[in-house]
């Protein structure tokens, strides 16, 4: 489940939020977003479930609306989809029996579907040439996602240690596991203005601390409220596509994932269980 684990949302830190509700609930419920903010009727949010799912979700109340993930297969500590947050709760085995997945991202309208027993999304998205932040296999998570129930361990970035994030983290019924890191140097962000465009390089410039940037920095300016989060999105678009850790071995990916076994009868193209990141909506931006 990627996303920014620092930013808040109904005037609660966004961690204190999931820990006091026990669930993560959907852009329908909160109102917020890593993405768009299109959860309404007639808005594309809305539009595309109700394409994809014919129709089913239309009268749904907004709490039974499913929520968005994406599938692991490249086994990656940061998670699935760092373009929606530095962090991620990692979701069970079990939780791939009720998703669905596509490829790309159903905002782009896609053709290519699957489910748990019947999916060739992992072959598409490997043979693809999005890069890492657009690459993932989406997944829509039906029915709720409850912490203590669908969550093997929360995962954040190690520029949150010793800060209020892991003391919020230290709350949830979920264990909590560190990845290698997002650091991007300016040095570095200036030689990528094309990517996102050159006043967000000159964003990240402005905000950075010693020459350089992670996630904590980005969310402290963020709070702030001086800076648009449009803006401060891009900046992190930068960040995750440029300043991501090196893949751990083998042997740490293994450890990091904990990967347990999928339930009976299920598979996803050869990917095991224990690989499903949500990621889109929860607060954030």
């Known amino acids: 489940m990627n996303l920014h684990p620092d930013r808040w949302t109904g005037g609660l830190p966004i961690l204190r939020r999931l820990a006091q ?30 394409l994809i799912f014919g129709g089913a979700y239309d009268d749904a109340a907004a709490h039974e609306r499913p929520v968005y993930g994406a599938l692991n297969f490249r086994h990656e500590h940061i998670g699935a ?6 962090s991620h709760f990692r979701l069970t085995a079990e939780a791939v029996a009720r ?6 991202d159903s905002s782009t309208e896609p053709s290519d579907f699957g489910v748990a027993t019947s999916c060739a999304l992992v072959e ?16 829509q998570i039906h029915g709720p996602v409850l912490l203590d129930r669908d969550v093997e361990a929360l995962v954040l970035d190690p520029s949150y240690r010793g800060t209020e994030v892991e003391a919020e983290a230290a709350r949830l019924p979920c264990p909590v596991e560190w990845h290698g890191g997002f650091r991007l140097t300016v040095e570095n962000l200036r030689r990528h203005p094309d990517f996102r465009g050159q006043e967000y390089v000159d964003l990240g410039a402005a905000i950075a601390v010693d020459g350089r940037l992670d996630p904590r920095i980005i969310g402290d300016a963020a709070r702030t409220g001086r800076y648009d ?3 401060l999105k891009k900046v992190w678009h930068c960040l995750a596509r440029f300043g991501a850790p090196l893949r ?12 347990d076994e999928l339930p009976d009868g299920v598979h996803v193209a050869g990917v095991p269980g224990g690989l499903l990141d949500h990621v889109e909506e929860h607060p954030a931006q």
């Open 99 to 104: 998703a669905t997945f596509c490829y790309p």
């Open 21 to 50: 509700d026990g669930v993560y609930s959907s852009q329908f419920v909160t109102g917020t977003s890593n993405g768009g903010l299109t959860a309404h009727p007639g808005g594309d949010r809305w539009r595309w479930e109700s």
């Open 124 to 139: 598409l998205a490997a043979a693809g040439k999005l890069d890492a932040l657009d690459g993932h296999v989406e997944a």
């Open 248 to 259: 751990p071995s083998h042997r740490s990916v293994v450890a990091l994932l904990a990967v």
């Open 81 to 86: 989809a760092p373009r929606f947050g530095s």
């Open 229 to 231: 989060a449009q803006a």
